[in-house]
Nanobody, 115 residues
Framework: QVQLVESGGGLVQPGESLRLSCAAS????????MAWYRQAPGKQRELVAV???????DYADSVKGRFTISGDNAKNTVYLQMNSLKPEDTAVYYC?????????WGPGTQVTVSS
C-alpha cells in the first residue's frame, strides 16, 4: 500500500505564503500524476494542481499565478507552494497519487487564511 503524508499547513494572514509537502512511501516518478486537492466546509473536494509524469502541470483557475506544484524525486516528496493566500483558500488540502488503476490519498493538512 502506498502511503502519503501531508505537512506544512497552518494559520496565516491574507497575502502570506505557505509550502505544503506530500511525502510518499515510494518514488514519486512511479505515478502517472501527483495532485493537490482541497475541501472547504460544506463544499465538494476540488482539484487545485496536478503534475504529470513528464513535469507538465495544470491548475485551477482560482489559484493560477499564485500556486505552484513541484516535486523532488530524491526526497519522494511533492510540494505545493502557495503565495498571496486569500481567505477563500482556507480548506483541508489533500495529496493524491495516481498509479493506474488506483489512486492514493493522504490524510490532509489544514490551511487557514485569516486576519
Amino acid at each position: 500500500q502506498v502511503q502519503l503524508v501531508e505537512s506544512g499547513g497552518g494559520l496565516v494572514q491574507p497575502g502570506e505564503s505557505l509550502r505544503l509537502s506530500c511525502a510518499a512511501s515510494t518514488s514519486i516518478s512511479t505515478f502517472y500524476t501527483m495532485a493537490w486537492y482541497r475541501q472547504a466546509p460544506g463544499k465538494q473536494r476540488e482539484l487545485v494542481a496536478v503534475r504529470g509524469r513528464g513535469g507538465n502541470t495544470d491548475y485551477a483557475d482560482s489559484v493560477k499565478g499564485r500556486f505552484t506544484i513541484s516535486g523532488d524525486n530524491a526526497k519522494n516528496t511533492v510540494y505545493l507552494q502557495m503565495n498571496s493566500l486569500k481567505p477563500e483558500d482556507t480548506a483541508v488540502y489533500y495529496c493524491r497519487a495516481q498509479w493506474a488503476p488506483q489512486s492514493f490519498w493522504g490524510p490532509g493538512t489544514q490551511v487557514t487564511v485569516s486576519s
